[in-house]
């Protein structure tokens, strides 16, 4: 089962802030959150172990964004 980490355990796990975090998200640098609630967002685990494996790997942004674009997709025809 796939895990969801709320904003401060996607922070600690990218080591980016708050602000970088949902700019990252607009700028297709990360996936977008889950609403789980009416006040509430989380990520899939699996989706930020991803894009930090291609990170580590030193993919390009266009290849992040490529990643992203696919793990989005995933996510729409999986649930």
Known sequence: MNSLL???DVM???GLSRASVYLNASNG???TPIKIGQRSAAWPESEIEAINRARIAGKSENDIK?????LLRERS???
Request: aromatic share 6%.
């Open 12 to 14: 600690q796990a990218t």
């Open 77 to 79: 025809e999986q649930y």
């Open 29 to 31: 640098l990360i996936t």
């Open 66 to 70: 490529v990643l992203v674009t696919k």
């Open 6 to 8: 709320r904003l401060p």
